[in-house]
């Protein structure tokens, strides 16, 4: 089975994720044992961004920046879309605070909704996100 990271590089919805994951050189953090949740923005959220904002994360010499914001989409332990429950509470990699809410069904982690269906991996498990957690 593989890894968190080779799960995000092999879903082609994730290719941004995929590619800031190696700009920031997370791609260790993320093969080792864990277990890991990754909250993993599409495309489509990473181009919800201002106009040029990923271009610039993206730049060796914004490293820090953007391995700050990646590092908030991942917290430690395996938590399936069926065991969030309204209200919980986790700390990122990065120490960010995050929320889960839960309405009709919708699981949504600090204002960014999960989409799809839980991503297996050996060390965890990978969620789709339709929003970029900064």
């Given amino acids: 089975m593989s890894n968190v990271f080779q799960v995000v590089g092999a879903d082609h919805n ?8 190696k700009a920031a050189g997370l791609e260790v953090v993320l093969s ?8 993993a923005p599409t495309d489509t959220a990473f181009n919800r961004l ?8 993206l730049k060796p010499e914004y490293k820090g920046k953007l391995t700050g914001i990646l590092q908030n989409h991942v917290v430690e332990g395996k938590k399936e879309l069926k065991d969030f429950k309204d209200g919980d509470r986790m700390k ?13 069904g919708e699981v949504s982690v600090n ?3 999960i989409k799809g269906r839980d ?5 965890g498990i990978v969620h789709s ?4 957690i900064k």
């Fill in 50 to 57: 201002s106009a040029g904002e990923l271009a610039e994360l």
């Fill in 14 to 21: 994730l290719a941004t994720m995929s590619k800031g994951v």
């Fill in 129 to 132: 996100m339709d929003q970029v």
């Fill in 111 to 113: 204002g960014s909704k």
């Fill in 119 to 123: 991503h297996q991996a050996s060390n």
């Fill in 32 to 39: 080792k044992e864990g277990p890991y949740t990754v909250f």
């Fill in 92 to 104: 990122s990699l990065g120490g960010k605070q995050l929320t889960v809410k839960v309405v009709d």
